[in-house]
Each structure stands twice: as structure tokens, then as C-alpha cells.
């Protein structure tokens, strides 16, 4: 079987599984429309199998990382009924009370991917939650399609008021400062827009690819923005324009990086539309960031 590598896949590979993973297509469509790239000795199961993320291979922080302490814990849902279930992270033996991060995920609730973002955040000296907004339906399913499909059975605007729940959790806890911020990425990078109009005392925001707020909200913002685009992401940078202008009118404090010839998703390192020169130089100034504000 040919190996494929990133360079041999033309770009409309990586919007059709955009497309896919973003809910515009279904499986089976994204099957049959794949099936135009599988030439050459390649193969559209090998395809498919090059496509999904790898998680258990590409892990950078382990849940038993012995200088953690992570847990779950849960907090209050105050629209989904019950309680949410969330990853908490801070470094061992910190002497301390430390800054915290809300972690949010994408369109498919708490994967491996993004707890382990949250570990990453622990590791860089913060107290990470890390909230599974699927908790109501049973929590994050095992599979990203499994994931996605209950999703869509939750209004996000309900999963923002469990996300500024998780915001207030953090805030009170007795290993955190006071001082917590957001990072999030795809849906999470909307939540951590909206977390910034919505929430007064956030001390921070970083949205990855995130949707943006309506520009009449722009004006509620308080916190600091750190705001991460890819410039292949042509669907979410179509907000861009109208937001920046908005936050300059407002004269709100931001810094917005457009990462060159990148896709959406290009933090994420389970999947082929992973940079690591951008997200490395991404994650080095979402740490940064928020070292300086929290």
C-alpha cells in the first residue's frame, strides 16, 4: 500500500474532511466524495484511516503524569440539568494558589485531544478544567462521530452557560487564584469569544479558529484577546474582517495571529492538518499570553 504523506494531498481533501467534521456533509457522502482522491495506489479506506485523528499515538501529556495531579470532577449544569463532568489538572506540590484555564473542546465533547491540551495547560503551571458539555448526554461517546452526532442534540447556547459555570467553579476553587482564563478551539474558540462578551471578569481569552460574536456584542468585551486563524480556514476567517473592525472601533485590546498556510485544525496533532511549527509557535503564545494577563 503507498504511504501517504501530507504533500501528496491536494487541498480539497482537507476542506472535504472540514466539511465533514463541521457537519455540512455526512459520512456517507464524505465516502463517496473522497473516492475522486484515492488514485495513484491510493485507496479510499487508506485514505479514510490517514484522515481520522490518532490519539493513542500522539499524546503528549499522559493522564497519569506523575508530576499532575488530575482528576474529574463536576460541577453544576445550570441549563442541561445536573451536573457537568470536567477534567481538573494543576501541577504536584505547587506552594502556591495558581491562575486558572477553562479548556474548551471542539464539536464533539471532551475527546483525548483536548484533555490532554488540558494537561499541557497544568504542565505550564496553571490549575486546567477541562468540561465535557456531552456530560448530560452520557459524556463524551468514545468516537468523534458518535461525538459530533449527540452534540447537535445540545443547543450551544446552553453549552455556553455550562462553560461559564465551569468558568465560576475554577474561579472559587481553593488551589486557584481568582485569575482564570479561556482557551478553546473550533466550537471552543466561539464559547471562548462569547465567554469574553458574556463574562466580566474573565481575565483572558484565547479562541483558536473560533466563530465570531455579533458585532453589537463587541462592545461588552473586557478581557484581553489572543485570537489564532488559519489562513486556509476560509469559512471561519469570512467573520474576521467585520470582528477586527468592531474590536478597533470599540478600542478593545487584542492580538490576532494569521498563520500561513495552515488549515483549521492546525493545533490539533492526531490529524494530518496539524502544523507543528504553528501550533508549537501558537501554544508558546497562548502560555505567554496568559502568564502575562493571569
Given at each position: 500500500?503507498?504511504?501517504?504523506?501530507?504533500?501528496?494531498?491536494k487541498?480539497?481533501?482537507?476542506?472535504?474532511?472540514?466539511?465533514y467534521?463541521?457537519?455540512?456533509?455526512?459520512?456517507?457522502?464524505?465516502?463517496e466524495?473522497l473516492s475522486?482522491?484515492?488514485v495513484?495506489?491510493?485507496?479510499?479506506?487508506a485514505l479514510m484511516?490517514?484522515?481520522?485523528?490518532?490519539y493513542?499515538?500522539?499524546?503528549?501529556v499522559?493522564?497519569?503524569?506523575p508530576s499532575?495531579?488530575?482528576e474529574t470532577i463536576?460541577y453544576?449544569?445550570p441549563?442541561?440539568g445536573?451536573?457537568i463532568?470536567?477534567?481538573?489538572?494543576?501541577?504536584?506540590?505547587?506552594?502556591?494558589?495558581?491562575p486558572?484555564?477553562i479548556?474548551?473542546?471542539?464539536?464533539?465533547?471532551?475527546n483525548?485531544h483536548i484533555?490532554?491540551?488540558?494537561?499541557r495547560?497544568?504542565?505550564?503551571?496553571?490549575i486546567?478544567?477541562?468540561p465535557?458539555?456531552?456530560?448530560p448526554?452520557?459524556?463524551?461517546?468514545?468516537?468523534?462521530?458518535?461525538?459530533?452526532?449527540?452534540?447537535r442534540q445540545r443547543?450551544r447556547?446552553?453549552?455556553?452557560?455550562?462553560?461559564?459555570?465551569?468558568?465560576?467553579?475554577?474561579?472559587?476553587?481553593?488551589?486557584?487564584n481568582?485569575?482564570?482564563g479561556?482557551?478553546?478551539f473550533?466550537f471552543?474558540?466561539?464559547?471562548s469569544?462569547m465567554?469574553?462578551?458574556?463574562?466580566k471578569?474573565?481575565?483572558?481569552?484565547?479562541?483558536?479558529?473560533?466563530?465570531?460574536?455579533?458585532t453589537?456584542d463587541?462592545?461588552?468585551?473586557?478581557?484581553p484577546l489572543?485570537?489564532?486563524?488559519?489562513?486556509?480556514?476560509?469559512?471561519?476567517?469570512?467573520?474576521w474582517?467585520?470582528?477586527?473592525?468592531?474590536l478597533?472601533?470599540?478600542k478593545?485590546e487584542?492580538?490576532?495571529y494569521m498563520?500561513?498556510?495552515?488549515?483549521?485544525?492546525f493545533?490539533n496533532d492526531t490529524t494530518?492538518?496539524?502544523?507543528?511549527?504553528?501550533?508549537?509557535?501558537?501554544?508558546?503564545?497562548t502560555?505567554a499570553?496568559?502568564?502575562e494577563?493571569?
Open positions: 500500500m503507498k504511504k501517504i504523506k501530507k504533500e501528496d494531498l487541498q480539497e481533501v482537507f476542506d472535504l474532511y472540514d466539511s467534521a463541521h457537519n455540512r456533509i455526512d459520512r456517507r457522502t464524505f465516502v466524495r475522486v482522491y484515492a495513484g495506489g491510493l485507496t479510499v479506506p484511516d490517514y484522515l481520522m485523528p490518532k493513542q499515538e500522539r499524546q503528549q499522559w493522564q497519569d503524569d499532575l495531579k488530575t463536576e453544576d449544569s441549563k442541561g445536573g451536573t463532568k470536567g477534567q481538573l489538572s494543576r501541577p504536584v506540590g505547587a506552594k502556591k494558589k495558581l486558572g484555564i479548556v474548551v473542546h471542539e464539536n464533539r465533547g471532551l483525548p484533555a490532554d491540551v488540558g494537561r495547560a497544568a504542565k505550564a503551571g496553571f486546567s478544567l477541562s465535557d458539555a456531552l456530560t448526554l452520557g459524556g463524551y461517546p468514545g468516537t468523534d462521530d458518535e461525538g459530533r452526532t449527540l452534540q443547543d447556547n446552553e453549552m455556553l452557560e455550562d462553560f461559564i459555570a465551569a468558568f465560576e467553579y475554577l474561579r472559587k476553587h481553593k488551589e486557584c481568582g485569575k482564570v479561556v482557551v478553546g473550533c471552543g474558540g466561539w464559547i469569544n465567554m469574553a462578551v458574556r463574562v471578569k474573565l481575565k483572558a481569552a484565547v479562541p483558536f479558529y473560533g466563530g465570531q460574536p455579533a453589537e463587541v462592545p461588552k468585551i473586557k478581557a489572543l485570537l489564532q486563524y488559519a489562513e486556509l480556514d476560509k469559512r471561519v476567517n469570512e467573520g474582517p467585520d470582528y477586527e473592525a468592531a478597533k472601533a470599540n478593545k487584542y492580538t490576532a498563520y500561513p498556510g495552515v488549515n483549521h485544525g493545533h494530518p492538518r496539524y502544523d507543528e511549527a504553528a501550533a508549537k509557535l501558537a501554544w508558546e503564545r502560555i499570553f496568559f502568564k494577563n493571569l
